[in-house]
């Protein structure tokens, strides 16, 4: 039983043809294939569309040509199904008695009865004229719904290669779908094999990125403009290296409408990851071509594009966008109020200043701060009145970015203000006026800033007591121990107690002893740092009661102002502090120590370089090379020859350079072959100051070692010029 029996026996008895029985054989098989054909057109008048569907199927395999005009009759079958198996079939008969309602069937409800009959029309217009077909076949690649049938229509035209066909497909470039772009590129390949515009085309859609890649790049350097819908769709890349070619390859084009594309895709709510490279594109396409597209961009209903067009703007950085960002100033849109503002402050001041002061009474905050900082930042004195005029505001945001406008102008008038806004209703005012007041001469100035000491608010005395610190005036020496004893701020205490470190003076002193029994560590820390900028060892046993201070920090301040001081008898109280938990601790003990060159801390010293922390041993190198003893020596070259710490080494040959003893030769020769640059340098200087003659051969070699670097070269020679001498 065949598959055309099968369809048969499926069917119930009422629905068979009247001859069920096989026919008998004959020699040529020609009376059953008739039969079987007679059961097969029956079969075309089911009611079961699968069944009408599979006979069609069956005819249009048969090859018979009686089997066209029963198969076209359901070219109108009201299932699309069978209408799309009758359109594969014809393609199949390849009947030119088809091809008129092929050509019918291209006006099909369906996308996919269309698309089938695009292919059969393909397969039976080889013997035809083509100009006729390929008409009406352009006609609906231009006016297809359906990308699938416009595809198909692409794919068959590059099979028709008249001109035609041609200009259809050129002008198909543009369409909508990528898929369809591709399949015309691959077309107009078989067309037009020369061009080599078309083959790249069809390279954007490679999986292989670096093909891709190369596509985009080669696309660029032709310059061809019908590259520009695949360009604008590859723009869409998910991969950087790709998206970053288009944007190159659109500024090359030198077409109008690539700035269009590359501006859509910049002011995208995602563009700010393209935007920085669009910028320099555009400026290649022409900034007069750029900045009308910005300028419309600025009125579109979406907020993101708008505020996006205006930091393009901004980026462009250009005298050319002047109009514009005047235009913007008057927008609805805060943020494009704003951003313009801030654009025109980053321009020539002689352009722009005028255009910004009146931003000054806009009614947002954030404008207004956008105003006052461009006017600071572009400096211009013409816009201090302004700025004068604005610190008078009955708003106090509005005093405030004024204030921190006008700390950048440093004139008579402005400090002037400053003075009456140090007397502010509003604390942040006062700060900031306070701060303004530092740069400031004039005999009253240390009278308003001694006054601030007084404010209410903790954050502008602070101010006033960094300012007075930063100034150093004794005349304010008074009104700082008096902050020092009795501010209920430790913070500005601290500032206080750090600004007659710098004024000095008999009374500073006393205040600043006093102050290392403060309740709040940060005060005690930094009155001892200011009692050893002092450099009056009549602070010694106050500092040295310090050291066994609950805080760390204070610790370390004071052992740090011991050793400022110089005096070399707190150096038994301070070596119990090598064994301080705090390393940082430990190091300022070391560095103090090697500063008071006291034999008896040679010992601690020592010690000191095999602590658990690399900062002391380094620490406790450099200060056994500012000591002199017998007794270093072999703990250094120790240190040079076996500590796998470079710093440690360095500073072991540096200190065994100091030591003149001629102990270090053979381990300063030695390191200079060490692994580390920075411990050959140090070294080769060592063994300058050795002024040994035994290092002359070593020291001849690395200068005339072409691979030696030329820090090494310079050390070395200096080193035999001390030798030679």
């Known amino acids: 039983m065949d598959e055309t029996e099968d369809l048969l026996a499926s069917l119930d008895s009422t629905a068979r043809p009247q001859t069920q029985e096989a026919p008998p054989a004959t020699p040529d098989g020609h009376k059953a294939r008739n039969q079987r054909f007679d059961a097969l057109l029956f079969l075309l008048q089911s009611q079961k569309p699968d069944v009408r569907q599979q006979a ?10 009686r089997a066209v005009e029963p198969i076209m009759a359901l070219l109108k079958d009201p299932e699309p199904d069978v209408r799309q198996q009758v359109a594969a079939a014809l393609g199949k008969l390849a009947d030119p008695r088809s091809l008129g309602p092929l050509l019918n069937t291209l006006e099909d409800e369906n996308y996919l009865v269309r698309a089938t009959a695009v292919e059969a029309i393909a397969q039976l217009s080889t013997d035809l004229e083509d100009t006729k077909i390929s008409e009406l076949l352009c006609h609906h690649l231009r006016q297809d719904s359906s990308y699938l049938v416009r595809a198909t229509l692409a794919e068959v035209l590059g099979g028709f290669p008249g001109e035609r066909s041609r200009e259809a497909l050129t002008a198909a470039l543009d369409d ?28 954007l859609n490679a999986e292989d990125q670096t093909l891709r890649l190369s596509a985009v790049e080669r696309l660029g350097r032709l310059g061809d403009s019908r590259a520009l819908p695949f360009l604008e769709h590859a723009l869409q890349s998910d991969l950087a290296p790709v998206r970053e070619a288009v944007i190159t390859a659109l500024g090359r084009l030198q077409d109008p409408r690539s700035i269009e594309i590359l501006i859509q895709a910049a002011l995208l709510p995602d563009g700010d990851l393209m935007r920085e490279k669009i910028l320099v594109s555009l400026k290649l396409l022409g900034e007069e071509q750029v900045l009308p597209a910005l300028t419309r961009a600025l009125d579109s209903s979406d907020l993101e594009i ?20 005047q235009r913007a100033l008057g927008h609805e849109d805060e943020w494009v109020r704003t951003v313009a503002t801030v654009a025109l402050g980053e321009l020539d001041s002689s352009q722009t200043y005028a255009l910004i002061i009146p931003m000054l009474a806009d009614s947002e905050e954030r404008v207004v701060q956008a105003a006052a900082e461009a006017l600071a930042r572009q400096g211009d004195p013409r816009a201090i009145p302004a700025l004068l005029e604005t610190l008078k505001s009955g708003k106090h945001w509005a005093r405030i970015v004024a204030t921190q406008a006008l700390i950048h102008f440093h004139t008579p008038e402005v400090f002037a203000a400053m003075s009456l806004a140090a007397q502010d209703p509003d604390a942040d005012v006062r700060e900031l006026a306070v701060r303004a007041l530092g740069a400031a001469e004039g005999e009253d100035i240390p009278a308003i800033l001694i006054a601030s000491l007084q404010d209410p608010e903790a954050w502008v005395r602070q101010a006033a007591a960094q300012v007075l610190s930063d100034r150093s005036d004794p005349s304010a020496t008074a009104a700082l121990i008096a902050t020092l004893q009795q501010d209920e701020d ?18 500073a002193f006393n205040a600043l002893l006093e102050a290392l029994q403060d309740r709040a560590s940060g005060v005690r820390q930094r009155s001892a740092i200011a009692l050893g900028l002092l450099k009056d060892t009549r602070a010694c046993p106050a500092l040295v009661s310090l050291l066994t201070d609950k805080d760390p920090k204070v610790v370390q301040a004071a052992v740090e102002a011991l050793g400022f001081l110089g005096d070399p008898q707190v150096a038994t109280a301070m070596q119990p502090l090598l064994e301080h938990p705090e390393a940082w601790v430990r190091s300022a003990v070391v560095q103090s120590l090697g500063q008071l060159h006291r034999p008896d801390s040679l010992q601690g010293l020592l010690k000191a370089l095999n602590d658990s922390d690399a900062w002391v041993k380094t620490a ?69 100051q050795l002024r040994d003659p035994r290092a002359q051969a070593a020291l001849q070699s690395l ?23």
Do not use: C
């Open 620 to 688: 406790a190198a450099e200060a056994l090379g500012a000591m002199h003893s017998p007794e270093i020596m072999a703990p250094l070259i120790t240190v040079l020859q076996e500590n796998s710490d470079f710093l440690m080494r360095a500073f072991a040959a540096a200190s065994l350079g100091k030591q003149g003893d001629a102990r270090a030769l053979i381990p300063l020769l030695n390191a200079l072959e060490d692994s580390h640059e920075s411990v050959r340098l140090e070294a080769a200087q060592a063994l300058g």
């Open 56 to 65: 069609v199927e069956f005819l249009g395999e048969s090859e018979d040509p």
């Open 703 to 725: 200068v005339q070692n072409e691979r030696t670097s030329l820090s090494l070269k310079s050390a070395a020679q200096a080193a035999l010029s001390k030798l030679q001498n």
């Open 490 to 507: 430790f913070i500005v205490r601290t500032l206080a107690a750090q600004a007659l470190g710098h004024i000095k003076g008999e009374a």
């Open 176 to 203: 909508p779908d990528r898929w369809v772009r591709t399949q015309v590129a691959q077309s107009l390949s078989r067309i037009d094999p020369e061009t080599r515009l078309w083959p790249l085309l069809s390279e």
């Open 306 to 325: 708008r505020q996006n067009a205006i930091e393009m703007l901004r980026y462009l950085r250009s005298p050319l966008a002047l109009n514009a960002l």
